[in-house]
């Protein structure tokens, strides 16, 4: 259980850290919390030949609002996410998912950026970034770029990021009127991964939904969307929304895998529980508005 | 690689390999009370605070704390706690129980009144093999008790 040996380069500037990922290309890996790469590293899981340390970098700190959004720095601990008042009021469906990632002391360490590039099928936060449409700011030898949600994530720990690219922040717009979000997850113990999680946000206008999505995570080999189903609530009054239908349609969305504990069968039964949750509260809401 | 960590108070220079995880570092230091348990995060008994907040010290190189103030059990200043976890038989190997006060501690300091509920939720983070955690529970409920009494 001890890590390989490695170089460890602590860089203050973006560009610097740039230029040693250029240099050692996938060799190279950056640390930002450590609480995935650390583990998988003693455990020999990855063997990585240099460690960048962002965590000083001035550009990758920081909750800031920004044209009427949000913006989170990449290396934004959970923790301070968790606390975050802005956050609370522009993404409260944020806010919701992270009392569910691992435990307040690796929460101080964990970083919001780091848990995006992880890309683990059953994290919170990539279902939560698809659900509220955020955009992903880069930066590499190129320059910068601007990726969208669904773009980021392309399969199980797997991003679109080239081995010189970091993630510096993500911005997540200003919730429209009439938004609503709400966030649960089914899982073995409190901090542990997921069996299933739901990440819904949606947005209500005269008694209806004008826009819903549903984000399912630790069912698939990234957070989906289960467009069928969505498309059953969408444009009409709430009190013909038929639930049950909506929970059939899962399946013709999504087929879950099967992990070391949950059957497929099993998980798709957690998911229309949750679905089902989420509606209900929802429409509730929406009588009550 | 040439680093300074403030250990307990105490300014500590060193060289250390970048690998070195900060238990490692400490208990070569003569500081076994931080004690190495799954080192992937998951156990707990490594829990210390890094800067006044819990941390995996498992998870953290030596290297990262550079320029850091670390506290471990040896340092902490929590008797009452302490004192309660004995006399609620809330230890018996004890290997679990430097990590579990400081996890104790620190909802403590955010919580002074949590609900049995909530401080099994806290502790759901570091594992006991020995207690059954139901006395880890009362300890810790005590000097909830206690400390608004005197407060
Ligand atoms: C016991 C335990 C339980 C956990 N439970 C959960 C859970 O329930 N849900 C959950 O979501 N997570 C969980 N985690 C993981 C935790 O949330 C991590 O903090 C997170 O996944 C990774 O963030 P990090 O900052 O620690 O990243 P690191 O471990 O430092 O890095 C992770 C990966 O991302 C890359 N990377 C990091 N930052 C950047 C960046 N800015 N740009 C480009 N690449 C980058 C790294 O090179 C590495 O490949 C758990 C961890 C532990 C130890
Ligand atoms: S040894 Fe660090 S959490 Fe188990
Ligand atoms: S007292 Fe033995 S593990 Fe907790």
New interface residues.
């Given amino acids: 259980?001890?890590?390989?040996?490695?170089?460890?380069v602590?860089v203050d500037t973006l560009n610097d850290a740039i230029a040693v990922l250029q240099e050692h290309g996938d060799d190279a890996r950056i640390?930002a919390g450590?609480?995935s790469l650390?583990?998988a590293?003693?455990?020999r899981l990855a063997l990585p030949e240099v460690?960048v340390?962002v965590?000083n970098i001035g550009e990758m700190h920081g909750i800031t609002i920004q044209d009427g959004g949000l913006r989170i720095g990449a290396m934004s601990r959970h923790?301070e996410v968790m606390k975050s008042s802005k956050i609370a009021e522009y993404a409260p469906l944020i806010t919701m998912a992270m009392p569910n990632i691992?435990?307040?002391?690796?929460r101080?360490?964990g970083t919001f950026g780091g848990s995006l590039c992880n890309a683990d099928p059953a994290a919170e936060l990539p279902a939560c970034a698809l659900a509220l449409g955020v955009t992903f700011n880069i930066q590499g030898s190129d320059g910068t770029r601007s990726v969208a949600a669904e773009d980021f994530i392309d399969g199980t720990y797997s991003t679109c990021l080239s081995d010189d690219e970091i993630l510096v922040s993500v911005d997540v717009p200003a919730p429209e009127a009439g938004a609503v979000s709400f966030f649960e997850e089914l899982a073995r113990?409190?901090?542990d991964y997921a069996m299933a999680g739901l990440a819904a946000h949606g947005v209500l206008k005269d008694g209806q939904f004008t826009d819903m999505r549903l984000v399912f995570f630790a069912v698939d080999e990234m957070a989906v969307r289960a467009s069928s189903a969505e498309q059953l609530i969408c444009g009409k009054p709430l009190s013909e929304i038929d639930i049950d239908a909506v929970c059939a349609a899962l399946a013709d969305d999504i087929t879950p895998f099967e992990d070391l504990t949950t059957s497929s069968a099993a998980k798709m039964v957690m998911m229309q529980v949750l679905t089902r949750r989420t509606l209900e509260k929802f429409i509730a809401e929406g009588a009550v508005n | 690689?040439n680093i300074t960590i403030t250990v307990n108070g105490e300014p500590m220079v060193r060289s250390v390999?970048?690998?070195l995880?900060l238990v490692?570092f400490l208990r070569a230091e003569g500081l076994t009370g931080t004690h190495a348990g799954c080192?992937?995060?998951v156990c707990?008994a490594c829990?210390l605070q890094?800067n006044g907040?819990?941390?995996?010290s498992?998870?953290?190189?030596a290297?990262?704390c550079?320029g850091q103030e670390v506290t471990t059990i040896e340092g902490a200043n929590f008797p009452d706690l302490q004192e309660a976890f004995i006399e609620n038989n809330a230890l018996q190997c004890g290997f679990c129980t430097p990590g579990m006060l400081?996890?104790a501690n620190?909802?403590l300091q955010e919580n002074s009144s949590p609900t049995r509920d909530e401080i099994r939720?806290?502790i759901?983070?570091n594992y006991c093999r020995c207690t059954g955690y139901q006395s880890i529970v009362d300890a810790v409920e005590q000097v909830a008790k206690q400390r608004s009494e005197v407060a």
């Avoid at chain 1, 259980?1 to 460890?8: A, G």
């Fill in positions: 259980m001890k890590p390989n040996s490695f170089e460890y602590r640390l450590g609480q650390i583990p590293m003693n455990m460690l340390d965590s923790a691992a435990h307040g002391a690796i101080n360490r113990r409190k901090g | 690689m390999e970048p690998r995880s490692d080192e992937h995060g707990g829990t890094l907040q819990t941390v995996r498992c998870l953290t190189f290297v990262q550079d400081m996890t620190d909802l939720e806290a759901s983070s």
